[in-house]
Antibody, heavy 119, light 108 residues
Framework: QVQLVQSGAEVKKPGASVKVSCKAS????????INWVRQAPGQGLEWMGR????????NYAQNLQGRVTMTTDTSSSTAYMELRSLRSDDTAVYYC????????????WGQGTLVTVSS | DIQMTQSPSSLSASVGDRVTITCQAS??????INWYQQKPGKSPKLLIY???NLETGVPSRFSGNGSGTDFTFTISSLQPEDIATYYC??????????FGPGTKVDIK
């Protein structure tokens, strides 16, 4: 069965970087885009961007351009999201989500990774 | 940028009630909207795609409607397991996506 398993919680200081991983299994990794969505405590969902696991093409949300980088390692079927110059308002649960097989949308999600930014 | 608004932001209803949530886009997005359910402490789940199509395995008490700028999401008979926050998601300007602010549904 399809699974996306994310790395564990992180605590970072303001100005630092964080890299969250998302290991896929149960399907052909390079066939689908992986999206990243974050959710600040008690807040809604924010789409951050996506990466083609086939060719590495990326699309980022405008407000994160320049601070976020999404990559993949096809040898381990793992997607990564790195966020730099962390601020307190980057504190959030970060999710990876696979593009739906047949329609536009996200059909499988990781369990989420809590990133806390605090001095 | 396309902005999405949802109303109400929260609601309380009794088991068996009909619940309707609306989502409005700042411009015409045709039928390019999905609806997700997020239970507390869990990852979101796709319920409705392309405004009105039920995702495989989703109970038929969930439905969606609308086109253009105004959309509705309905639970025909609210069940205790439907306690969650519901989000609309527009994809008119792919490859970018935008979520609505969410509607929290509780049992009265």
């Amino acid at each position: 069965q399809v699974q996306l398993v994310q790395s564990g919680a992180e605590v970072k200081k303001p100005g630092a970087s964080v890299k969250v991983s998302c290991k896929a299994s149960g399907y052909s990794f390079t066939t689908y885009y992986i999206n990243w969505v974050r959710q600040a405590p008690g807040q809604g969902l924010e789409w951050m961007g996506r990466i083609s696991a086939d060719n590495g093409n990326t699309n980022y949300a405008q407000n994160l351009q320049g601070r976020v980088t999404m990559t993949t390692d096809t040898s381990s079927s793992t997607a990564y999201m790195e966020l730099r110059s962390l601020r307190s308002d980057d504190t959030a649960v970060y999710y990876c989500a696979r593009d739906h097989e047949f329609v536009v949308g996200f059909d499988y999600w990781g369990q989420g990774t809590l990133v806390t930014v605090s001095s | 940028d396309i902005q999405m608004t949802q109303s109400p932001s929260s609601l309380s209803a009794s088991v068996g009630d009909r619940v309707t949530i609306t989502c409005q886009a700042s411009q015409d997005i045709s039928y390019y909207i999905n609806w997700y359910q997020q239970k507390p402490g869990k990852s979101p789940k796709l319920l409705i795609y392309d405004a009105s199509n039920l995702e495989t395995g989703v109970p038929s008490r969930f439905s969606g409607n609308g086109s253009g700028t105004d959309f509705t999401f309905t639970i025909s008979s609210l069940q205790p397991e439907d306690i969650a926050t519901y989000y609309c998601q527009q994809f008119d300007n792919l490859p970018l996506f935008t979520f609505g602010p969410g509607t929290k549904v509780d049992i009265k």
